[in-house]
């Protein structure tokens, strides 16, 4: 099971731009899909996108495309999600998770991590 660990968030302006990385514990990130999540203050937690083992096929959210890109460089054992023009309604803790497709990896993926926090001031 491979372990994940989200960064990049911090506390930014609406209309900026952050570039997340969940990066894995060894190299077996490319064997994976991947997805981002996000949980902002009381509400449940959201899924926002996702990515197969090689990047080929991608999966966003209605509420968040054109906005959120995720990619992958296996070489480096990452996935990203780059937001851009950020706005206050996306202030949350974004979590990354692996999964065995991007059909099912909603439901079925490694456990949480800590996430990282995003916090978006107007």
């Known amino acids: 099971q491979v372990e994940l660990v989200e960064s990049g968030g911090g506390l930014v302006q609406a209309g900026a731009s952050l570039r997340l990385s969940c990066a894995a514990s060894d190299n077996s990130l490319w064997k994976v899909a991947v997805a981002w999540f996000r949980q902002a203050p009381g509400k449940e937690r959201e899924f926002v996108a996702s990515i197969n083992n090689n990047g080929g096929t991608t999966d966003y959210a209605d509420s968040v495309k054109g906005r959120f890109t995720i990619s992958r460089d296996n070489a480096k054992n990452t996935a990203y999600l780059q937001i851009d023009n950020l706005e206050p309604e996306d202030t949350a803790v974004y979590y990354c998770?692996?999964?065995?497709?991007?059909?099912?990896?909603?439901?079925?993926?490694?456990?949480w991590g800590q996430g990282t926090q995003v916090t978006v001031s107007s």
């Open positions: 998770a692996a999964g065995p497709t991007t059909h099912t990896i909603k439901v079925v993926h490694t456990p």
